[in-house]
Nanobody, 121 residues
């Protein structure tokens, strides 16, 4: 069955760094666009960054540009999020997502269980 398993979250001080990992199984990883999304308490889930199946194109939310880097290793079925210069407002549950558009009107969509990132002194 499809699984997305995130890891790497934790407590970090402002200005610190973390690297999140999301290991996928149960589908053809290399043809899916992968993304990291986050949800802070009382807020809606938001896109943080995404990366195309071949890794050639990436996209970032304005709030994380220059601080976060998304990457993937298709040989390991894993997508990463390197987070540098973390700020308290980055505190959230971070979710991994896999998406593939089968047609312009339908897509396959999978979510991980989330990993908590807390930025606090």
């Amino acid at each position: 069955q499809v699984q997305l398993v995130e890891s790497g979250g934790g407590l970090v001080q402002p200005g610190g760094s973390l690297r999140l990992s999301c290991e996928a199984s149960g589908f053809t990883f290399s043809i899916y666009t992968m993304s990291w999304n986050r949800q802070a308490p009382g807020k809606e889930r938001e896109l943080v960054a995404d990366i195309t199946g071949d890794g050639d194109r990436t996209n970032y939310a304005d709030s994380v540009k220059g601080r976060f880097t998304i990457s993937r290793d298709n040989a390991k079925n894993t997508v990463y999020l390197r987070m540098d210069n973390l700020k308290p407002e980055d505190t959230a549950v971070y979710y991994c997502n896999a998406k593939r558009w089968a047609t312009p009107f339908s897509f396959s969509d999978y979510w991980g269980q989330g990993t908590q990132v807390t930025v606090s002194s």
